[in-house]
């Protein structure tokens, strides 16, 4: 059975760093581009950033030059370093496997996590 988990959210200022964790099991995706998408109540869910298995980088402009994304091919993780939070970075934060088309849409991707949520306020 193929898990995703994600872990790391938490209640942070604006301002603050948080590290996002993306832990997969039941197969290997070491050859797999994969991505971070986050969701507001109400909204649809947006693309974040995505890593290609060999380790290319894409950003949405809202998180470039503060959201760092990276990937551990061994432990089959995925992580996101969140620098220099907003409070408009306020969502849940989904993990997710890509299948086919491009790696900004939600429906390339094929696995999911549960997410987990981050909240930036004073």
């Known amino acids: 059975q193929v898990q995703l988990v994600e872990s790391g959210g938490g209640l942070v200022q604006p301002g603050d760093s948080l590290r996002l964790s993306c832990t997969a099991s039941?197969?290997?995706?070491?050859?797999?581009?994969m991505g971070w998408f986050r969701q507001v109540p109400g909204k649809e869910r947006e693309y974040v950033a995505a890593?290609?298995?060999?380790?290319?980088?894409y950003y949405s402009e809202s998180v470039k030059g503060r959201f760092i994304i990276s990937r551990d091919i061994d432990k089959n993780t995925v992580d996101l370093q969140m620098d220099y939070l907003k409070v408009e970075d306020t969502a849940t934060y989904y993990c997710?496997?890509?299948?086919?088309?491009?790696?900004?849409?939600?429906?390339?991707?094929?696995?999911w996590g549960q997410g987990t949520q981050v909240t930036v306020s004073s």
């Open positions: 039941g197969r290997t995706f070491s050859r797999t581009t």
């Open positions: 890593i290609s298995w060999n380790y290319y980088t």
């Open positions: 997710a496997a890509h299948g086919s088309g491009n790696y900004y849409l939600v429906t390339s991707y094929n696995f």
